[in-house]
């Protein structure tokens, strides 16, 4: 059986419980339609509904839809290919998945709905509905949540096609960040650098998954930094990329920082990336991912000790809030079809979720980790001075350090990993890095 075979099975019988458990007798995914801005006639980017993609690897086919009847074990996937002389319409290759549903192609959604008739009705409805004639569609539910969350939470458990997706979009990625390193060394632009990224991998910007982060300096303390000067620094300090790429419908997410030359920079970037490898190794089944969220504190505050930005202990730094100060967003999130991949919140399939935490109010990932899972790795440290403004009059921050390393931004360092059983984890990110030759 071929993986992606074993892939829509695993989606099939998901479908089915979920179904199940839910009381709905079948399901209608609609892929979406791109948005036309106010009072125009451009429609914006278009992105596929996640839960379209997770049975089929086709992300350019508005209109489309899946109907899956609980049970049946094959989905009928009804492509739209629009009769238009106005726009190319994609083409869909031959593909393996094409063998395991009913395929119709379609160039009006009457033709859809003409073809379920009754079943319609009976349906859960997933997807958006801002537009006729979906809005009007008679269904028996519209996105409801119950089934969401069901499906959300089986999803962060990955399948080995998954798994092989999200490694292409590694190398990808890694193929991208090579050629923007190039770039920061060569004294490219924060423009100029990203061209280089997109084109290494030949993308187009709407390609990528997220607003890629290319931070030259202190810009890279803006932690969704994404303006992109024109003109290159006079003084290059520092380099902060964050920067994803996309296969087959799966998301990479990776940031690496560079200093310009050796020194007080380049050794705190050493320090973050032997932090960040430490983590790596405390990721094993059975523990909660929240207490590796705050192992990552204690090793950010030790290195706010070593490089003597604290005048206190790394435990008492953590103690009185001063490492979220430096360290403000979460560890990581799961990812896969989404950058921040969903059901990080769910306790089980039956919507319960983990409290947030109050103390750590951006992390996004409170579950226990599991074999299969797939979830980044990413502390950072950063000067950002609105929220060093809480501590503004005290002595425990040694202002001096601060005010060296705000022209440098910050430093993050982000991978992939699948975790294993006993720790036997697989980082697609350094993998990729490794496979092309570079670090
Ligand atoms: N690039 C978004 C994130 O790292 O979560
Ligand atoms: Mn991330
Ligand atoms: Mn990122």
Redesign the pocket.
């Known amino acids: 059986m071929s993986s992606y075979a074993q892939h829509i099975k695993t989606v099939t019988e998901r479908f089915d419980q979920a179904l199940a458990d839910t009381g709905y007798e079948s399901t209608l995914i609609y892929a979406g339609q791109p948005r036309v801005a106010f009072l125009d006639d451009n429609p914006g980017t278009f992105k596929v509904n996640p839960l379209f993609k997770y049975w089929i690897p086709v992300l350019e086919s508005p209109k489309s839809a899946i109907f899956y009847r609980k049970g049946s074990g094959k989905p009928t996937v009804y492509l739209f290919q629009a009769r238009d002389f106005w726009h190319s319409q994609a083409q869909i290759s031959e593909e393996d998945w094409q063998q395991h549903v009913e395929l119709k192609i379609i160039d009006d959604l009457s033709q859809l709905t003409d073809d379920l008739g009754d079943a319609l009705a009976a349906s859960a409805f997933l997807g958006e509905d801002f537009a006729q004639p979906v809005a009007d569609w008679n269904v028996k539910a519209r996105n409801p949540q119950a089934l969401i969350d069901h499906l959300h939470f089986h999803r962060a458990v990955k399948t080995d096609w998954e798994v092989e997706n999200l490694r292409q979009a590694n190398l990808l990625a890694a193929k991208g960040h090579l050629a923007a390193k190039e770039a920061f060394l060569g004294g490219k632009s924060e423009l100029e650098i990203h061209s280089d990224y997109l084109a290494a991998m030949n993308f187009r910007e709407s390609q990528v998954p997220?607003n890629s982060?290319v931070a030259l300096n202190d810009h890279s303390a803006i932690l969704h930094y994404d303006v992109y000067d024109v003109t290159p620094p006079k003084q290059r300090l520092s380099f902060l990329i964050?920067a994803?790429s996309l296969y087959k419908g799966y998301c990479a997410?990776i940031?690496r920082s560079y200093a310009s030359e050796a020194g007080f920079y380049a050794d705190l970037v050493n320090a973050m990336d032997t932090a960040q490898q430490e983590l790596l190794s405390e990721i094993k089944p059975g523990i909660n991912y929240y207490d590796l969220h705050v192992s990552m504190h204690l090793k950010v505050a030790a290195i706010l000790e070593q490089f003597d930005f604290i005048n206190i202990s790394a435990q008492e730094a953590y103690d009185k809030g001063i490492t979220s100060a430096f360290m403000p967003h979460g560890l990581g999130?799961f990812i896969g079809l989404q950058?921040?991949d969903v059901g990080g919140f769910l306790q089980d399939d039956k919507g319960n979720s983990y409290e947030r935490s109050e103390r750590h109010p951006f992390l996004r990932l409170l579950r226990d980790i599991e074999v299969g899972q797939v979830f980044?790795i990413?502390p950072g440290l950063y000067v950002v001075d609105q929220l060093l403004e809480e501590f503004a009059d005290s002595k425990d921050i040694n202002w001096t350090m601060v005010d060296k390393l705000r022209p440098y931004g910050g430093v993050r360092i982000?991978d992939s990993i699948v975790v294993g059983a006993n720790g036997d984890n697989e980082n697609l990110t350094r993998n990729a890095f490794k496979a092309l030759g570079g670090e």
Do not use: M, P
């Open positions: 997220y982060i964050d994803g997410d940031t999130h950058v921040h980044t990413e982000e």
